[in-house]
């Protein structure tokens, strides 16, 4: 059997499920998702946390809300893998598990790819996948059934005004991302970025309305110069997989350096629209028809 851990956040978790899907259709077999990672916060904070303890703590199930069709691995199959305890046993476990007819492959973080290839292996080899695969070649060829299963089961609820701004008016998605990225102190997108996004935008298309998602909205209201119309979409009360595709609803996209409105621009429909993205994040999932700025 095959087994894929989803972790972190939503944006995370498709291009892990992204994956499980791929290596079902190559292998045509089942491939279980292994979601012990998140909506438990206290398997996370544990000793049976097979590689390392999640640093952004609980991080919630995201992908229920889809119309995905791949099983949850219960009690019985992760078992299969208990004894992977810790990360530095992990490289040590590689080769020894050959002997047991079972692999691990650990998809390190700093890799961010497989050059391009998908790795050249026995795919009918029991196997747990750990990583986030960021890599458009592995997903180009199964694009329109990720499409219908990254699609909600149950339709947003949107106001009767903020549903015709969506289909009447220029839409953009802008997203900035600060909160948890200021407490791992990764990079947050800058506001020089914006500001070219939004120039670049306004020279493109005419009277954008900018529908502002973030994680700390007064933030962005006190300190980023946001022309014309703006509607701040993340003080609606709205779930996260509901603003994702809210993104994906507008006709353009300013992403974030995330994957979580990477996704909303990708799954965006039109056929005109306008992407921009940061210049240096992610070159291998990034599109060549997007504008980086």
């Given at each position: ?23 079902s ?61 810790q ?12 002997l ?87 990079d ?61 609803h ?6 974030a ?32 028809s997007?504008?980086?700025?």
């Open positions: 059997m095959n087994v894929v851990r989803i972790s972190d956040g939503l944006g995370n978790q498709m291009f892990q499920y992204a994956f499980a899907r791929k290596i259709i190559l292998t045509g077999k089942k491939v279980y998702l292994d979601t012990r990672f998140v909506n438990n916060e206290d398997f996370i904070k544990s000793g049976n946390n097979i590689f390392h303890r999640n640093k952004l703590g609980y991080r919630e199930y995201g992908l229920s809300h889809f119309k995905i069709v791949l099983p949850l691995a219960d009690e019985k199959i992760v078992s299969h893998w208990k004894y992977l305890k990360d530095n046993c992990v490289d040590k476990a590689f080769y020894g598990l050959s047991m007819n079972k692999w691990i492959w650990k998809y390190k973080k700093e890799d961010l790819n497989f050059d391009g290839a998908l790795p050249k292996f026995k795919w009918d080899f029991p196997a747990y996948y750990q990583g986030y695969f960021f890599d458009l070649n592995y997903y180009d060829d199964i694009w329109p059934l990720l499409k219908r299963e990254f699609s909600l089961k149950q339709k947003i609820k949107l106001s009767s005004d903020l549903h015709a701004v969506l289909n009447d008016e220029n839409t953009v998605s802008l997203h900035v991302r600060r909160g948890d990225f200021l407490r791992l102190n990764r947050i997108s800058s506001s020089g970025y914006y500001d070219k996004a939004i120039k670049y935008v306004e020279s493109q298309i005419d009277r954008p309305v900018y529908f502002i998602f973030s994680d700390d909205i007064n933030w962005v209201n006190k300190n980023m110069d946001i022309p014309g119309k703006k509607i701040f979409v993340s003080s609606m009360g709205f779930q996260d997989y509901e603003e994702l595709i809210i993104m994906k507008c006709k353009h996209n300013i992403i350096n995330s994957t979580f409105s990477y996704w909303g621009a990708y799954l965006n429909d039109n056929e005109d629209k306008i992407v921009v993205c940061p210049r240096n994040w992610r070159s291998r999932i990034i599109p060549k997007w504008s980086k700025c």
